[in-house]
T-cell receptor, first 117, second 109 residues
Framework: NAGVMQNPRHLVRRRGQEARLRCSPMKGHSHVYWYRQLPEEGLKFMVYLQKENIIDESGMPKERFSAEFPKEGPSILRIQQVVRGDSAAYFC???????????????FGPGTRLTVL | DAKTTQPNSMESNEEEPVHLPCNHSTISGTDYIHWYRQLPSQGPEYVIHGLTSNVNNRMASLAIAEDRKSSTLILHRATLRDAAVYYCILRDTGNQFYFGTGTSLTVIP
């Protein structure tokens, strides 16, 4: 039973390029969460998605960032026109419940480490 | 916007118990207390969660104060593999986990 998978594990982009981060949740999981972790800091919530729906994007920056979780395929976090401040580790988590609840356990992937030159 | 307060770092000797404290004085009646840990260069990993009663599982125990304004994660016998950053998180009826900066646990052989 494979865990949450993220790719690539490391991504280097130059300023102004686009970054696409992929997350495949655990089998049977219908909820996906994205978090960002800056160096020496804790994780910050970005967005919560279910299949084909964005449920909560209150943590997403207003510009350049978008996320999707299509009916088929992985969830994608897309960062357009990257800047150096976007350099961070981006973690995806998934949870199994049909309806998200306070007791849900989130299963995290290994993260994608984005470096913007 | 983190709702919990933890010491930045702690040390423990190998094979001794470790008590990791967490203050959450603004906790509401419906907030669950979750603990996760993050090993170096990895994603966070679930440890334990609870609401009011103390909880035990194969990894750890969670002791929750009667007024729920604080809790303690207990590792009964620390091993070198327990060296990690431990996050105490409140989960409310919303969708977010609020991660603070956590406690960095060092285990001394």
């Amino acid at each position: 039973n494979a865990g949450v998978m993220q790719n690539p594990r490391h991504l280097v982009r130059r300023r102004g390029q686009e970054a696409r981060l992929r997350c495949s949740p655990m089998k049977g999981h219908s909820h996906v969460y994205w978090y960002r972790q800056l160096p020496e800091e804790g994780l910050k919530f970005m967005v919560y998605l279910q299949k084909e729906n964005i449920i909560d994007e209150s943590g997403m920056p207003k510009e350049r960032f978008s996320a999707e979780f299509p009916k088929e395929g992985p969830s994608i976090l897309r960062i357009q026109q990257v800047v150096r401040g976007d350099s961070a580790a981006y973690f995806c988590a998934s949870s199994p419940s049909v309806v998200a609840s306070q007791t849900d356990t989130q299963y995290f992937g290994p993260g994608t480490r984005l470096t913007v030159l | 916007d983190a709702k919990t307060t933890q010491p930045n770092s702690m040390e423990s000797n190998e094979e001794e118990p470790v008590h990791l404290p967490c203050n959450h004085s603004t906790i509401s009646g419906t907030d669950y207390i979750h603990w996760y840990r993050q090993l170096p260069s990895q994603g966070p990993e679930y440890v334990i969660h609870g609401l009011t009663s103390n909880v035990n599982n194969r990894m750890a125990s969670l002791a929750i104060a009667e007024d729920r304004k604080s809790s303690t994660l207990i590792l009964h016998r620390a091993t070198l593999r327990d060296a990690a950053v431990y996050y105490c998180i409140l989960r409310d009826t919303g969708n977010q986990f609020y991660f603070g900066t956590g406690t960095s646990l060092t285990v001394i052989p």
